[in-house]
């Protein structure tokens, strides 16, 4: 049967956790594996040094820190105990994000929402960044609870992400293959992406080509362009990948397929001030859903982050694994 001192000792693998850190993380693994349960006495201060050769400053601070959370206290002459096994009221949680989209508001309120007033939730931004992603894990190591991350598609991110352990790590948006068993509620590209363009096809051949704004260099999931050619393939469609759009280039007669925003919007641009009349003149898919593109009527297919911001926040709190992939829908509108 697993101890405290078990959980604790698991944790030496994860470089970026403090002696703290493993120790007030081991501590609440324990209580959330029901190994110790309310009114259970903690190991004493000369046990924990005993078996685990920390510092006496060092374990002191890491009990103070779970007195401060509610979940332990202390009683003079009888030591640590205890108090109450619901953590989650008392945890800190981490959300990693790309940035705030639309999209991405839609799943930080439901998850915000489902998280409820008593759980911290702080929530920081890689912007794409590999770099900063990794600087930011390293400064708030230990510092959390639960960490829900939106990984980079980089060969650095498996790596950083393993220095997470397991049970306070939720993967959301893309999945990323780590070692072992890890919770993920992620998209689902390469069949979606296929099957809204098989289901637009008819109208897709009404225009002489589609363009498929795309830049090797960017964060758009490759998924998507393996899809597309293929679609291109199996339906002998006329298409071609641009890696950017050219002001001015947008033509009679074409259909136009992008992930990037600012592209979808100035090729609205375009059209508007050629005259051009969306979904008759000109096609135009676009991914994400979000109002202002269901109040302009453009076609897109989407995921529900809605739906994936409350799975997440519901898996946090009732502290359960989970691992979802979400289909991409298509919403037809004008455009397409």
């Known amino acids: 049967m697993e101890s405290i001192f078990d959980k604790i000792k698991e944790l030496r693998e994860v470089t970026s956790y403090s002696k703290h850190d493993q120790i007030v993380v ?17 190991p004493s201060v000369n046990q924990m040094i005993q078996e685990l050769n920390f510092s006496r400053e060092t374990i002191r601070k890491g009990y103070g820190e779970l007195v401060d959370r509610g979940v332990v206290e202390s009683k003079n002459r009888i030591g640590y105990y205890v108090t109450n096994a619901q953590t989650s009221q008392f945890m800190k949680v ?23 007033q008593k759980v911290h939730l702080d929530v920081f931004f890689h912007h794409g960044s590999v770099d900063v992603l990794e600087s930011t894990l390293f400064q708030i190591k230990g510092k959390y609870g639960m960490y829900v991350v939106a990984p980079i598609p980089h060969r650095r991110t498996k790596e950083i992400l393993e220095t997470i352990p397991r049970s306070n790590l939720l993967i959301f948006d893309r999945f990323e293959q780590l070692d072992g068993e890890v919770s993920y509620i992620a998209q689902e590209f390469e069949r979606s992406t296929y099957a809204v363009l098989e289901a637009l096809a008819d109208k897709i051949r009404e225009f002489g080509e589609i363009i498929f704004y795309h830049s090797p260099k960017s964060l758009d999931p490759k998924e998507i362009v393996s899809s597309f050619k293929r679609f291109l393939h199996d339906y002998a469609i006329q298409g071609q990948i641009v890696s950017e759009f050219v002001p001015g280039s947008v033509e009679k007669g074409k259909a136009y397929f992008t992930l990037d925003n600012y592209t979808m919007w100035s090729i609205l641009k375009e059209c508007k001030s050629k005259k051009f009349t969306m979904g008759v003149d000109v096609g135009l898919l676009s991914v994400n859903d979000e109002p202002a593109k269901e109040f302009v009527d453009i076609t897109t297919y989407s995921t529900d982050f809605a739906l994936m911001g409350k799975l997440a926040g519901q898996s946090i709190m009732q502290k359960q694994k989970i691992q979802v992939i979400l289909p991409n829908v298509l919403i037809r509108r004008k455009t397409l």
């Open 26 to 42: 081991g501590i609440i693994n324990a209580i959330d594996q029901k190994i110790v349960s309310p009114n259970d006495l903690l």
């Open 94 to 116: 981490a959300l990693i994000m790309y940035n705030l989209d639309t999209f991405e508001e839609l799943f930080y309120r439901n998850f915000r929402k489902e998280l409820g």
